[in-house]
Structure formats: C-alpha cells, structure tokens
C-alpha cells in the first residue's frame, strides 16, 4: 500500500535476485522496449497493493529473444507475488549471425523512406464515459526489418515489397435488414439448438439459461448459456444475440473441444476472406455498413490452421482502434468465433483539429530508434531465428501521437523528470493520485490544489480510486436522478455510486455543488459499509470544540470517519460544512484506501 516501502528501483534488483535462482539465466536482459510500463486497462484500485513487474528476455550473442521471456511481479512491500514463463529450449534452433547484420543507419533510413503516419480513433476503456482520442498511427502494415537481407517483416512472414495498409472500404455501402427483428426469449432459444446443435453421439447440447441483459451501448442482448456434456465431462460458454435485430454479437465454438479433426492443410486467405465476409452478412448484417474490409492481414496459425481476421469500426472515414468485429475461421472454412465489439461514443474528435500528416510525420521519423532482436516464425517445428530490427518509437514498440496536441500517449523515458504539484501538507498523495491517472489536471501549473471540489469531481476521483474501472454504463432504462440521463457525462458514476449505497436516489443529484466536509464523512462510511453502526448516533460523544454545530444526523458519520483517521479535526474544530479541497480528498482518497483494504472485503471493487 502507499507509501511504497520499496521504490520501482529496489523493486528491480529484488527481481534481479529472484532470476538468478533459474538455471540458464546468465543471458537474460530485462527488456527496454516500454512494454514494462504501459497501461491500457482499467484502473488499480488504490486499495489494491502496489505491485511493479518486470519482464526478461533471454539473449543469444547478446540479442534479445523476442518471442520469449520471464515476468516477475515484486509488491512495493519487497514480496514476490508472481512469476510467468514463456520459455522453450533453443538447443536444437539455428540462428542468423550477427556479425552479418546490415549497419543500423542503413536499416533507418530504409525506415523512415517508407514511413508513413494516418488518422485512427482510440478508445479509451478507462474514461467515464467511454472516452475516444484521436491519434496518428504508422500506416505502414510491418513490424520490422530482417538485419540481413533488408527484408520487411509481416504478420505472417518476410516480404520484399513493403506492405502498406489498405484504405478503408466498408462491408457494406448500405444498412442490411436486420437477422430476424424483435426476436423474443423463445425465439432466442430456439435459434441457439440450432445453431448450436452438434451429433447426438458426440455431445449432448443443455441450454441453461436465456439471460436478457442491457449493454453499455443501450441494446439489449440475449445471452445464451449453454453447455456441451460429453463422455469425459462438458464445456460451456454463452451465445450472445441482440435482441432488436437478431444479429449475432458474441460466438465462440466449443466444439473443438470434443471433436478430433486432423489439418494437414486449410484453405486459403483469400477463400477464408470470403466465408467470414459471408458469415458475417448470413449472421451479423446490421452492423456491417458501419465497419470497413481487413486494414491489417489477418493472422495465420500454423499448428490450428486457423486465421483471424479483423474489421475496424469506420467512422468519419477513419478506422476506429478497439471497436472490432472479429471472425475466426477454420481450416476448412468453418466459423469459429464471432465478435462485434461497439463503444457508445458521444462526441468524435472532429479530424479538421488534427496537426497535419507531415508534422506527426516528423515526429515518429525524429523519435524512431531500432531494438535489434531474434525472431521465431510462427511456423510448425521451425527452429531458425531471424535477426530482426524492430522500429520503437519515443521508447515503446507501441506508441501513439495525439492528433490534437500533438503530445506521445505513452511516455515510458523513467529519465525524464515528470511534471508534479507542489503543496505545503499534500504533495505526495496529490502526485500519487496524479501518476495512477485518477486525478485529471490539464494545466499542472495554474492547478490550485487548495480550491474547493464539486460532488460530481469528487465522486468520480472516489470511484476511480476504489474500484476496478469506475465507468458503467448503467442498469437498464434506470435513471436515478432526473437530472443525470444517460447522455450525461456522470451517468455511469452516479449510477454506479447508487448500486454500492454511496448515494440514494432523489429528483436531483448536484453536482455542480462544492462537497462538504460531513458529506465526505458520510460517503466514506457508506463506502467502508458501516451505515448501520453510523446510525447508532447515542453511543457517540463529539469532543470537538464546534461539536454543537453539527448535525446530530452526521454524528454516527463524523465520528467514524475522524476516529479513523479518515477526515482530521481542525484546531479541534470538525468544520463540517466547510469546503472539501483537492488537496483534502487526495489525503482522505489514501487513507480510506488502506481502510478498505485492512478491514473490509473486496466486494465493494465488482459494482
């Protein structure tokens, strides 16, 4: 918990230590391609430990492995906690000689003569409400460049010609009519055994459950439970099928689970391409006019004989990273998997604020440096490995510009000195709540940590401190609030904050007001789930000097939240309707962390 008793620094050599008890680790090398630091998911409750983790390849002449390596989790306590290994032998493997490399110069230039940036939207799973930035990204479709011949390196192999990404072209030009619309529960269920239906004597097909169900985007969707029971026991998954137009959303086939089949050879990409475009229109069709052809190629695996293919969400003309419709398809043609992935997004970043092409551009060809490193191919037994320079940018093999500003997204330099808001008593959990990215400051040098906080601030810097991922986007049509609909940004707080008791349902919610200092009693207690011990008002004696003013309503509250050291007194005065400051609610956000982490459990984290 914070503070950390060891530093990411101290954290390292703990890890360091930790490796050398494997045999045949000499040769490892802790990797610098930023993929140690950056985050894309949901956030860490802070009531969660602080856990650093660091990931080692093994090198053969001194070049990193790429496709291998040892990840070891250290708490910020100096404990280890986990350790994951994706390692194989490399006895019997060949290797490219280094010594037969071509210059790193040459291989930059080559880089940057054919590199190219584009337009993309991405989503931002961590924002409330789905948030989307739009970015440029490299255009150019490889991955890297063979060391010793100057080949491009692609998704599925080397290539003289450097691939480029195709423009987008959607599915279809035209909204298809829906699959079968207003399907009901038992229609739902009745599709499912027959789109689900396998040989009586080689499984038995139970349907569990119709669960009707409201996404974040508003649609209500059927999910389909279901299992397969078999001689040596059963599998089960869910059928996912919106209900307005009967498109398929969700598949994953679980017959491969019990059905052998030998693939020796599978059909091509081409005609692959083919049978999952026609899927998609035989099972999914509402969806297709708003998502383009493959971008990128489809990955191919060697040992299942299965590709995947995937095609972006267009809009504005501009693919959209994260929202998907994802297909699987089998060696023979059959249909594997299907995914519609669509954020609700309210507001598009309009492409005319975008820097221009040549000025990102610039800043990708500026910031370009090469890793050199040994690349398996994914092909059945092959045992050579390519030396491969692959392109990092601004310190990270994966990294975006912001269109709009200009600014990298990831800054993974742990050298440069990070930007950090000074205050005489709350420095250090201000810049701490400020690094876990769940306070938003976006001018650090006019920020005034001593201003006072809106209910609608605060309970979105609680959320986001105490739960994994504070955005939802609801329960159904519910609407607790009449002045907080769906389409307002503090929707998904407010709503969730009601589903955990923080906050009860009333005509409106506001928002806008400053949060007092009772209040934040109040929604600590209720956070810590001690509202019925707050109640029990006559067993509490105040010994504030301002002990009078306060609401008897409060004193269950009050006393709680200053008896755990969660809100102090102020020269012996509680002050309770007096302003709550940045700077108050870093202090208490920490400290009611470590409560709910020493005595609660964790079930607050799932709302």
Do not use: C
């Amino acid at each position: 918990m914070y503070p950390a008793k060891y530093t990411e620094n101290e954290a390292k050599k703990i890890a360091e230590d930790f490796l050398k008890k494997f045999a045949n680790t000499e040769n490892y090398k802790l990797r610098n391609d930023g993929l140690n630091y950056i985050n894309m998911g949901f956030n860490r409750p802070l009531s969660q430990p602080i856990t650093y983790s660091f990931s080692y390849s093994p090198t053969y002449n001194g070049v990193l492995i790429g496709d291998q390596s040892i990840t070891i989790d250290v708490l910020a306590n100096g404990e280890i906690t986990g350790m994951y290994r994706n390692t194989q032998s490399i006895n019997k493997a060949s290797f490219d000689n280094v010594s037969e490399k071509k210059n790193e110069e040459e291989i930059v230039s080559q880089v940057r003569d054919n590199l190219a940036v584009e337009l993309r939207y991405y989503v931002d799973y961590s924002s409330d409400p789905r948030n989307v930035k739009l970015v440029y990204m490299p255009a150019s479709g490889f991955n890297g460049v063979h060391a010793l011949t100057g080949q491009w390196q692609t998704t599925n192999g080397f290539s003289t010609q450097v691939p480029k990404t195709k423009s987008a072209v959607k599915i279809s030009s035209q909204q298809l009519p829906p699959r079968k619309s207003g399907m009901t529960v038992a229609d739902a269920e009745e599709f499912a055994k027959t789109f689900l239906k396998v040989d009586d004597d080689k499984a038995k097909l139970n349907i569990e459950m119709v669960d009707e169900r409201e996404n974040d985007n508003g649609e209500t969707i059927y999910s389909i439970n279901y299992m397969y029971m078999y001689n040596n026991g059963g599998s089960g998954t869910s059928l996912d099928i919106n209900k307005a137009t009967g498109d398929i959303v969700q598949y994953h086939d679980l017959k491969r689970d019990f059905t052998n089949s030998n693939k020796t050879n599978a059909i091509s990409k081409d005609a692959a391409l083919t049978k999952a475009i026609e899927y998609l229109k035989q099972w999914s069709p509402s969806y297709l006019h708003e998502y383009s052809m493959p971008i990128d190629e489809p990955t191919f695996d060697e040992y299942s004989k299965t590709y995947s293919f995937s095609f972006p969400r267009i809009v504005n003309g501009i693919a959209v990273v994260g929202d998907e419709i994802n297909v699987g398809i089998d060696s023979d043609g059959a249909l594997l998997s299907l995914n519609v992935n669509k954020q609700k997004i309210n507001n598009w970043p309009s492409i005319s604020q975008a820097i221009p092409n040549e000025e990102a551009k610039e800043a990708y060809s500026k910031a370009l440096t090469l890793q050199l490193q040994y690349v398996k191919q994914n092909t059945e037994g092959k045992q050579q490995y390519d030396l491969v320079y692959a392109p990092i940018f601004n310190g990270s093999v994966v990294n975006q510009i912001d269109a709009i500003t200009g600014e990298w997204l990831y800054q993974v330099d742990g050298s440069k000195e990070k930007p950090t808001i000074s205050h005489p008593t709350a420095a250090n959990e201000l810049n701490y709540l400020l690094n876990q990215n769940v306070l938003e400051v976006k001018d650090l040098a006019n920020f005034n940590a001593d201003a006072a906080i809106t209910k609608g601030e605060a309970l979105k810097i609680l959320l986001k401190s105490l739960t994994f991922g504070y955005y939802d986007g609801g329960d159904g049509d519910k609407q607790s609030f009449n002045n907080i609909d769906k389409n307002h940004p503090l929707y998904g707080t407010v709503e969730k904050a009601v589903r955990m008791g923080i906050l009860q349902p009333a005509n409106q919610f506001a928002f806008d007001e400053t949060l007092t200092r009772q209040e934040l009693a109040v929604w600590s207690v209720q956070i810590l789930q001690l509202e019925n011990v707050a109640k029990l008002k006559e067993i509490y004696k105040l010994n504030f000097a301002d002990a009078a003013s306060i609401d008897p309503a409060y004193a269950g509250h009050i006393a709680i939240a200053n008896g755990m050291g969660l809100i102090d007194s102020q020269q012996n005065n509680f002050n309770a309707t007096k302003s709550v400051s940045y700077a108050d609610l870093a202090v208490s956000t920490v400290r009611l962390a470590k409560a709910i982490q020493e005595n609660t459990s964790d079930r607050n984290f799932y709302y």
